[in-house]
């Protein structure tokens, strides 16, 4: 079955780029979407299609799609941007869902 | 606005039932596919089961067989019966829109805990 591959963790300073990626066989042929969970709160989509951005999501956030990695990054990474961030898939094959495995990322 | 309002959680005993509710406001729920989502104690987003439009019904593995999604679009409510319930079932459901594939809008999640 189709699986996507997440870091565990990423840690980035205040200022800098963030750069979370998510892999799988030939992932650049299908939509992959982005989401972002703080602590008890619901999930928030970031980025959806490879690379639009949702209303009210700043432009730091961005997002790219190609071969088998997916990758979301995060500019000018700020104190309120550390979180878990999943990146997800709908396989046409089987009509499932599949999340990646998640990646919390530490702002330094 | 949209707002998704789960319900339904709480404790019961191993190989019990619950049955969740999510109603919706803010959009044309009939229009829109609708999915739950759950999250276990230190474990990452699992999607659940999906529900289209037209009532057409996905399940993953680890529940089908179990649960049921339903949906009742005259009163704009998503439903959850899960059945058998196990101890890795614990977890917050979070109920959710579908659009090409993507969830826009969350609940709040409602909380599952199965243990004796």
């Known amino acids: 079955s189709y699986v996507l591959t997440q870091p565990p963790s990423v840690s980035v300073a205040p200022g800098k780029t963030a750069t979370i990626t998510c892999g799988a066989n030939?992932?650049?042929?299908?939509?992959v979407h982005w989401y972002q969970r703080r602590p008890g709160q619901a999930p928030v989509l970031v980025v959806h299609?490879?690379?639009d951005r949702p209303s009210g999501i700043p432009d730091r956030f961005s997002g790219s799609n190609s071969g088998n990695t997916a990758t979301l990054t995060i500019s000018r990474v700020e104190a309120g941007d550390e979180a878990d961030y999943y990146c997800?898939?709908?396989?046409?094959?089987?009509?499932?869902?599949?999340f990646g495995g998640g990646t919390k990322l530490t702002v330094l | 606005e949209v707002q998704l309002v789960e319900s339904g959680g709480g404790l019961v005993e191993p190989g019990g039932s619950l049955r969740l509710s999510c109603v919706a406001s803010?959009?044309?729920?009939?229009?829109?596919?609708m999915t739950w989502v759950r999250q276990a104690p230190g474990k990452g987003l699992e999607w659940v089961s999906s529900i289209s439009s037209r009532g057409y019904e996905y399940y993953a593995d680890s529940v089908r067989g179990r649960f049921i999604i339903s949906r009742d679009n005259a009163d704009n409510s998503l439903h959850l019966q899960m059945n058998g319930l196990r101890g890795d079932d614990t977890a917050v459901y979070y109920c959710?829109?579908?659009?090409?594939?993507?969830?826009?809008?969350w609940g709040q999640g409602t909380l599952v805990t199965v243990s004796s």
């Open positions: 299609d490879d690379s």
């Open positions: 030939n992932i650049g042929s299908i939509s």
């Open positions: 959710a829109t579908v659009e090409q594939g993507r969830s826009d809008y």
């Open positions: 803010g959009f044309t729920f009939s229009s829109y596919s």
């Open positions: 997800q898939v709908w396989d046409s094959s089987t009509d499932h869902v599949l």
